[in-house]
């Protein structure tokens, strides 16, 4: 019927291994939000002179799967007056729209198995960088159905907070980013790195866009100082105020694996990705060979991305919660002109390099 | 006006300088402090498994005192249970029979004594009012049970341990005014 196989031509090869990554990555992401929920605790406590969890296991390790137990078996209540479908669709979406920005960070290096050239990117497409704004952008409509869906003027104004400050801080975000894009001429992620690995980490070439850009991805994860939308204390917890049992952990999840990831986009665009500093690649690939040095670029990544982690949280816990007409002066009135006038000196800056600095 | 200490900060409300608008340094400023306390001693410690020394004259749950000879101190005369603001003691008394002279010091005995600890106010005016020197507050505290019934301790689970039978026991749970500091109300 449809002249042999010519629809159905599978690379079956290259099928198993992108599923394998995509398991791997996925679960990863999950088992490390799961433990920044631990962490969040501990880093609060140790913060205020205190202990943290420690009752669950050796130093409370297993305290997230007791967490995660207990969510499972809390009862799930859907509100009466609630829209059903879009009450489910809401954490669905928080969940999904976090987890789908893993799909095109480098993790690594090209790997040799069984003579094929496996890359540890998921996807390397040419329009990385596109892709993950437009999944971040998306992942406003998770908060925004939730809240709408719980049919609660509690939830209501979490999401509407949510919705204006995550549009209002994606311009700057943006703006930071075009200037990074002129240096860098490319919008694949794995390019990036690789001038960047070649070349310096692009933090030092652009820092004022750096820390628009973190400002921004604190804004654009909910975290404290910008967590208006959840708002414990004043909005009862906002858009999740209806949820509960495991659909709530969904958007509690969400917000850690947004934290992960958020860390791993700011690695790879400013801190060189899976570059591992201060060694040659070249040397140490002729050493001990192209796979192991994978295998250590991850781990590099992983420690720097930690890092970014241990500072979202280490910012949560010093710096208390803006208040909404502060929010939106330093998203428009401050960080939309500082990142034109970056985005204006950068292009400035490349002009006068390709006129070989004459003026 | 005089401050009452010299801890009074005056607010600064002059307009801030370009440096304290940009909000950023005062971030850094913050960030170190929480850091710093990051790596502090912690405040708090770990209850169950450590417990803070107690001072001598803490006042926790009740014990009913045996002599050196095993033989119970309590007369059930009553000032305890008068003595006691949250009312909390009930006792019924009973006549020693001969041949029980092993169990009771005196003629008369406490045949039920029982004190509410969800009435108690751990006020020690029990122990202060004891002719016989038989009601003493410990450093055991917090008593937890599932039921309310459960907060009623009797006797049996007051008595301290026989010195026949277990003489570690009974010296370690032994209360006794020689232990405990002069000069704090407690000398008769």
Known sequence: MFQGQVFLNVDWALFTEKLILIVVV??????????????????????????????????????????????????EIVPTFSSRFLFILGPILAMLTA?????????GDNMHILGRNVSLQIADINIGILYIFGVVSLGVYGIMIG?????????????????????????????????LLMLTGTLSLKEMVGQQKDGTWYIFKQPLGFLIFLIC??????????????AENELMGGYHAEYSSMKLGFYLFSEYVNMFLSGAVMTTLYFGGYDIPFVNDANLIHTIGTNWVAIIEGAVLFI?????????????WTVPRFRYDQLMNLGWKILLPLSLLNMLVTGALILLKQNHWHF | MQALTNRVKQVDR?????????????????????????FKKKATI??????????????????????????????????????????????????????????????KYAAKYEINMLRCIFCGLCEDACPKDAVYL????????????????????MLIPDPKTDPEGFARAKGSRITQPQGHGNER
């Open chain 1, 26 to 75: 996925v679960s990863v992401s999950l088992v490390v939000a799961m433990y920044s929920t631990y962490a969040e605790r501990k880093v609060a406590a140790f913060m205020q002179d205190r202990r943290g969890p420690n009752r669950a296991g050796p130093f409370g390790i297993l305290q997230p799967l007791a967490d995660g137990l207990k969510l499972f078996f809390k009862e």
């Open chain 1, 99 to 107: 987890i789908m920005v893993s799909a095109v960070i480098p993790w």
């Open chain 1, 147 to 179: 809240g709408w869906a719980s049919n609660n003027k509690f939830s209501l104004l979490g999401a509407m907070r949510a919705a204006s400050q995550i549009i209002s801080y994606e311009l700057a975000l943006g703006i930071a980013l075009i200037a």
């Open chain 1, 217 to 230: 991805a604190f804004a654009e994860t909910n975290r404290t100082p910008f967590d208006l939308p959840e």
């Open chain 1, 304 to 316: 720097k991305i930690s890092f970014f982690i241990f500072l979202f949280m280490w910012v949560r």
């Open chain 2, 14 to 38: 002059s307009k801030m300088s370009v440096w304290e608008r940009m909000y950023l340094p005062a971030v850094f400023k913050g960030m170190a402090i929480t850091l710093k306390h990051f």
């Open chain 2, 46 to 107: 770990n209850y169950p498994e450590q417990v803070r020394p107690f001072s001598p004259v803490f006042r926790g749950v009740q014990i009913l005192n045996r002599d050196e000879e095993g033989r119970e101190n309590c007369t059930a005369c009553g000032l305890c249970a008068l003595a006691c603001p949250a009312e909390a003691i009930t006792m019924e008394c009973a006549e020693r029979k001969p041949g029980e002279e092993h169990l009771y010091r005196e003629e």
């Open chain 2, 138 to 157: 410990t450093e055991t505290f917090a008593p937890s049970n599932f039921h309310r019934k459960g907060f009623i301790y009797g006797k049996e689970d």
